[in-house]
């Protein structure tokens, strides 16, 4: 049962660079969400999607990215990386309205650092 | 999404219980009350979901009063492995945009 699947786990890149982190569900989960959590802070929400083909900002969404072409898959894409995306970035995603659906599962976290 | 506010941290010792209040005033009638635990080097992990009065699981029991304005998590007998940010999120199903403060920040020492 793999649950949510980051990948890359560590990336580094250099100033202006350009990449794709890339989450995958297997959960059949409709919102899915990508956080970033800089050291010793709490999660800042960057984009969140409520299905296929819907994504909507989160608080802190300048200099990212996304798409929702499948239920399953939430790429983020960092477009000319700054040092201030160093961070930790996990992405969730939850059932939405029935049960504990509050309840969000998360990946193991890609950990960014950009010089 | 309900705003929330909790302690930054908290410290505790083996074998006590620690009780993490969150307050949450601006509760709406249908908004649900979560509380989730993150250790270093991981996502957030759910533990517990309430509406009101009490409820328990294997990790923790939370606490609900009636008024519903703020809500107890209490983790019975901790251990060191407790040490984590336990972070409060008040919401309903259709509340998208789920964000989470900065959590309490719990340590328990030997």
């Known amino acids: 049962n793999a649950g949510v699947t980051q990948t890359p786990k560590f990336r580094i890149l250099k100033i202006g660079q350009s990449m794709t982190l890339q989450c995958a569900q297997d959960?059949?989960?409709?919102?899915m969400y990508w956080y970033r959590q800089d050291p010793g802070m709490g999660l800042k929400l960057i984009y969140y999607?409520?299905?296929?083909?819907?994504?909507d900002k989160g608080e802190v969404p300048n200099g990212y990215n996304v798409s929702r072409s499948t239920t399953e898959d939430f790429p983020l894409r960092l477009e000319l990386a700054a040092p201030s995306q160093t961070s930790v970035y996990f992405c969730?995603?939850?059932?939405?309205?029935?049960?504990?659906?509050?309840?969000?599962?998360f990946g193991e976290g890609s950990r960014l650092t950009v010089l | 999404l309900a705003k929330t506010t909790q302690p930054i941290s908290m410290d505790s010792y083996e074998g006590q219980e620690v009780n993490i209040t969150c307050s949450h005033n601006?509760?709406?009638?249908?908004?649900?009350i979560t509380w989730y635990q993150q250790f270093p080097s991981q996502g957030p992990r759910f533990i517990i979901q309430?509406?009101?009065t009490k409820v328990t699981n294997e990790v923790a029991s939370l606490f609900i009063p009636a008024d519903r304005k703020s809500s107890t998590l209490s983790l019975p007998r901790v251990s060191l492995s407790d040490t984590a940010v336990y972070y409060c999120?008040?919401?309903?199903?259709?509340?998208?945009?789920?964000?989470f403060g900065a959590g309490t920040t719990v340590t328990v020492r030997a």
């Open positions: 969730a995603s939850r059932p939405g309205t029935s049960g504990t659906f509050l309840e969000l599962f």
């Open positions: 959960m059949n989960h409709n919102y």
């Open positions: 999607s409520v299905g296929a083909g819907i994504t």
């Open positions: 601006n509760i709406a009638t249908n908004d649900y």
């Open positions: 309430g509406y009101k």
């Open positions: 999120l008040v919401g309903y199903s259709n509340d998208y945009k789920l964000s």
